[in-house]
Antibody, heavy 127, light 110 residues
Framework: EVQLVESGGALVQTGGSLRLSCAAS????????MHWVRQVPGKGLEWVSL????????YYADSVKGRVTISRDNTKNTLFLQMNSLRPEDTAVYYC????????????????????WGQGTPVTVSS | QSVLTQPPSVSAAPGQKVIISCSGS????????VSWYRQVPGTAPKLLIY???KRPSGTPDRLSGSKSDTSASLAITGLQTGDEADYYC???????????FGGGTTLTVL
């Protein structure tokens, strides 16, 4: 059974840092691209970041670019999200999610759909 | 303001049909695959439709997806109270090189 389990969410002050982890089981992480998606309670889903299988290509939402780094340790089947210079607007539940399949053109690939989600880890940034 | 536009809410009676729209642009919906997700508040989203109109195992055939030009739609027929949830469309935006979600639509079965 595919499982994604996030951890690392916490209450942190504005300007602080946090490292989220996502432990994958039931599949081999190194064959899948992975997303981080967040959701402010009561609001919609907001995409945060995407990483390819070996971590060499990363993508970020403008709202987090320069403050957040996605990475992975395939030997430990774990995905990470390092968040720095945290702001109150970063308060949300953070989900890791698996890319179901890719579309690859001549020069790049992109995510076609998300087929598995973790249960989420809450991050609260206090001002 | 989401790149993909969905109506905030839709409603219909049990047994009726509802269509949730997802409006995008030539950078995203028009040229890339659209997927749909269902989320019951307090739980993680779940894939309903992928590649515009394909159903993964577990998605009933009462649900169908379609796409035309810069718009996509999710249709649900034979509405049940258990269909009440938030629904999101999503796709890749090739101009911005980002994954984008619609703002979400809350379905109420009256």
């Amino acid at each position: 059974e595919v499982q994604l389990v996030e951890s690392g969410g916490a209450l942190v002050q504005t300007g602080g840092s946090l490292r989220l982890s996502c432990a994958a089981s039931g599949f081999t992480l190194n064959t899948y691209w992975m997303h981080w998606v967040r959701q402010v309670p009561g609001k919609g889903l907001e995409w945060v970041s995407l990483v390819n299988t070996d971590g060499s290509s990363t993508y970020y939402a403008d709202s987090v670019k320069g403050r957040v780094t996605i990475s992975r340790d395939n030997t430990k089947n774990t995905l990470f999200l390092q968040m720095n210079s945290l702001r109150p607007e970063d308060t949300a539940v953070y989900y890791c999610a698996r890319v179901g399949a890719l579309y690859c053109g001549r020069t790049s690939c992109y995510s076609r759909w998300i087929d598995a989600w973790g249960q989420g880890t809450p991050v609260t940034v206090s001002s | 303001q989401s790149v993909l536009t969905q109506p905030p809410s839709v409603s219909a009676a049990p047994g009726q049909k509802v269509i949730i729209s997802c409006s995008g642009s030539s950078c995203n919906v028009a040229i890339n695959y659209v997927s749909w997700y269902r989320q019951v508040p307090g739980t993680a989203p779940k894939l309903l439709i992928y590649d515009n109109n394909k159903r993964p195992s577990g998605t009933p055939d009462r649900l169908s997806g379609s796409k035309s030009d810069t718009s996509a739609s999710l249709a649900i027929t034979g509405l049940q109270t258990g269909d009440e949830a938030d629904y999101y469309c999503a796709t890749w935006d090739s101009c911005l090189s980002v994954w984008v979600f619609g703002g979400g639509t809350t379905l109420t079965v009256l």
